[in-house]
């Protein structure tokens, strides 16, 4: 079956540390993205990749990094320096085109201890 | 810069009755295309329906349709016979030339049985 995968579901963190976000795609989508989504704040853009080896910023890339180097792949970093990292991330992906739609992966829950 | 406001925080209909969930949007584009997209409670994010702004007519999906009123910003939601599957956050978005969804910040319905 074609889908999104995320891992891990669950993930707990200490204070300073860094933590990496898998997202694998078999849907051959050129496109992947990286939201964050908090409470009473929607879907919020930290990264996206409309390419092998490019990516850009989105509206909140600061304490994030990113990487892309396979086309199925799109891992997500959270660094020390992301202040509040406690969040849900979803990981997306698209097709050709301008308009075509995104499909979400089941999201991870981070939480910083 | 596009917007996409959902002033309906919460809503509720009765099951099996039919309910309308309200989007508007601000942009200066003319090409685009828009979103309805629900995040259940295991917040797995899924595609609902999508409309193209050069098509006047309004896009069906089964229980679900669009209500476009393109001069108007307008992209309502209308879930007929609704289900207590339908119970979910509704989140509308828009498509423009760059490629990035502009998310509302969502609405909440719960179905009654």
């Known amino acids: 079956d074609g889908g999104i995968t995320q891992s891990p579901k669950y993930l707990f963190r200490k204070e300073g540390q860094n933590v990496t976000l898998s997202c694998e795609q078999n849907l051959n989508h050129d496109a992947m993205y990286w939201y964050r989504q908090d409470p009473g704040q929607g879907l919020r853009l930290i990264y996206y990749s409309q390419i092998v080896n490019d990516f850009q910023k989105g509206d909140i890339a600061e304490g994030y990094s990113v990487s892309r180097e396979k086309k199925e792949s799109f891992p997500l970093t959270v660094t020390s320096a992301q202040k509040n990292p406690t969040a849900f991330y979803l990981c997306?992906?698209?097709?050709?085109?301008?308009?075509?739609?995104?499909?979400f992966g089941p999201g991870t829950r981070l939480t910083v201890l | 810069a596009q917007t996409v406001t959902q002033s309906q925080p919460e809503m509720s209909v009765q099951e099996a009755e039919t309910v309308t969930l309200s989007c508007t949007y601000d942009t200066s584009e003319s090409d685009y295309y828009l979103f309805w997209y629900k995040q259940p409670p295991s917040r797995q994010m899924i595609l609902v329906i999508r409309q193209e702004a050069y098509k006047q007519q309004n896009a069906t999906e089964n229980r679900f349709s669009v209500n476009f009123q393109k001069a108007a910003k307008s992209f309502s939601l209308k879930i007929s016979d609704s289900q207590l599957g339908d119970a979910a956050m509704y989140f509308c978005?828009?498509?423009?030339?760059?490629?990035?969804?502009?998310w509302g910040l969502g609405t909440s319905l719960a179905v009654n049985p």
């Open positions: 978005a828009y498509a423009g030339n760059n490629r990035k969804l502009i």
């Open positions: 997306a992906s698209s097709g050709q085109g301008i308009y075509n739609e995104q499909f």
